[in-house]
């Protein structure tokens, strides 16, 4: 299984809105909006269901460009 880690970035696939792993626990990570006004609370098993991608903290800024 893959663990997501805080910073880590994950773009939803509906909205293409970006989310920064906030806080983890042994099952579940709270995700923020970059602009801090959304939060979710999901089961890590359910991420794949949630994310297009996977992005890495340092390369959230070139994401954000396009």
Known sequence: MVRFEQRETLKYRS???IFEVKKRT???????SLDGLT??????????DFSEMTLKAD???SEMAK
């Not at 042994?26 to 923020?32: G, R, V």
């Not at 609370?41 to 794949?48: P, R, S």
């Open 59 to 61: 390369s959230r800024t």
């Open 39 to 48: 939060q979710v609370l999901m089961e890590e098993k359910n991420i794949f």
């Open 15 to 17: 909205t293409r809105r």
């Open 26 to 32: 042994d099952q579940f990570l709270i995700l923020q």
